[in-house]
């Protein structure tokens, strides 16, 4: 089954205390983004990522990192998470060809921070 | 730069009663539009798109066609159930490469029994 698996599905923590959201796709897509949903404000990308070692900022990247080592995983990492990062984040993965920007998104992320 | 204007609601309607969630854009290009709905506890979903004007996208008995002169693409059902209860998020993207999507704020649809 083609799927984006975002992990983990709720997470609390405390300011100042690193963490890491995994993505994975099993589609062999290209293109992958990381989103943040904020009730009033919908979806504002975070970063994106055209290819192995290959990324860049989307419109709210302060506070964030990614990585991608292999073309299948897009990491968010949050190196020192405050209270404004408390969100609910989306991982998704876009098709390439002639339904290029189709994306198809994990099932979300719900992170508190203290 | 481009952006996508939709009410964030919440919009309340009955079972079997007409349903039209507005969305308007404003685009520097030609965009692809596209409907997106996300279920409670779910990531969002394609629902619809269209690419090119007077094209007309359609699922699941919903239904928004791509009008240029107005810069519009409605959503629409005739008949709304309770399992359309969610929130529905309007969007747009260019083709070619990789291109960013912009989203509208949402706008979710209660439907009660």
């Known amino acids: 089954e083609a799927q984006v698996t975002q992990n983990p599905r709720y997470l609390i923590t405390v300011t100042g205390k690193k963490l890491t959201v995994t993505c994975s796709q099993n589609?062999?897509?290209?293109?992958m983004s990381w989103y943040r949903q904020d009730p009033g404000l919908g979806l504002r990308q975070i970063y994106y990522?055209?290819?192995?070692?290959?990324?860049d900022k989307g419109d709210v990247p302060e506070g964030y990192k990614v990585s991608r080592k292999e073309k299948r995983n897009f990491p968010l990492i949050l190196e020192s998470p405050s209270p404004n990062q408390t969100s609910l984040y989306f991982c998704?993965?876009?098709?390439?060809?002639?339904?290029?920007?189709?994306?198809?998104f994990g099932a979300g992320t719900r992170l508190s921070v203290l | 730069g481009d952006s996508v204007t939709q009410m964030e609601g919440p919009v309340t309607l009955s079972e079997e009663a007409f349903l039209t969630i507005n969305c308007t854009y404003t685009?520097?290009?030609?965009?692809?539009l596209f409907w997106y709905v996300q279920y409670p506890g779910e990531g969002l979903q394609l629902l619809l798109k269209?690419?090119?004007?007077?094209d007309k996208g359609s699922n699941k008995g919903f239904e928004a066609t791509y009008r240029k002169e107005t810069t519009s693409f409605h959503l629409e059902k005739g008949s709304v159930q309770v399992s359309d209860s969610a929130v529905y998020f309007c969007?747009?993207?260019?083709?070619?490469?990789?291109?960013?999507?912009?989203f509208g704020i949402g706008t979710k649809l209660q439907v009660i029994p």
């Open positions: 998704a993965s876009t098709q390439d060809g002639l339904a290029k920007n189709i994306q198809y």
């Open positions: 589609m062999n897509h290209e293109y």
């Open positions: 990522s055209m290819n192995v070692e290959v990324t």
């Open positions: 685009a520097t290009g030609y965009p692809s």
């Open positions: 269209a690419t090119k004007a007077d």
């Open positions: 969007a747009l993207s260019y083709s070619g490469g990789y291109q960013k999507v912009t």
